[in-house]
């Protein structure tokens, strides 16, 4: 292994042990590939899944797995008018695994995140049986305020020029800490323990996944 892939492990290994006493379940994978498969180990033939949205649940090919895999799946991404979509969230609220990433975790195990709508964060907070987050080591930072400071200098800038985001930072490049209508920075979650043990996992790729 080379220095940083060995300093992504024993940094993992960090996050995991903190997580654990958060009542929050770790697991580390040095590639997307062997992360995807042991994901995919933990999700039983015909459970239901929902997803919030995330690059990194699409570039490690986990979403090609899912929607290959035998499972109930509620869709948020297809093209669906208001009602059904509301009722697609209300399934989901009752899934059996919603798949998500973090915008970022601290060394100490804390999951920072940052929603507009807060259609993502709510079902970390609430309702699935199972949360799997799935973060590359890119998320990782020192402590909660360095993540919403990654979050907004890093991470919004470009989901919100992925979005079409009409905001000062899809124009500069930086948070401009804006109310603009097309805002993604609405809700600020940060999860430091898990009141249902274990529900939480967090599954940490030594790759550089996301934004």
Known sequence: MTPKQINYERTAQTIIRNLERRQMKGYYYATAKEAVQGILDMIPQGASIGWGGS????????????????YTIFDRDAKMDDD?????????LNCDFFLMS????????????ID??????????????????????NKVVSDVDSGI???RDIAAPPNATRLDRKTPCTATGKCGDC?????ICSQTVVTRFSTIPDRIKVILVGEELGY
């Open 84 to 92: 059904t979509r509301r009722k697609v969230y209300a399934d989901i």
């Open 55 to 70: 690059m990194t649940l699409q570039e490690t090919g986990l979403m090609d797995a899912v929607r290959g895999g035998q």
């Open 102 to 113: 973090t915008n970022a975790i601290t060394m100490d195990g804390e999951l920072v995140n």
């Open 179 to 183: 109310t603009a209508p097309g805002c």
């Open 149 to 151: 400071k990654r979050v």
């Open 116 to 137: 507009g709508r807060g259609s993502r964060v709510a079902f970390l907070c609430f309702g699935p049986s199972n949360v799997l987050v799935v973060a590359g080591m």
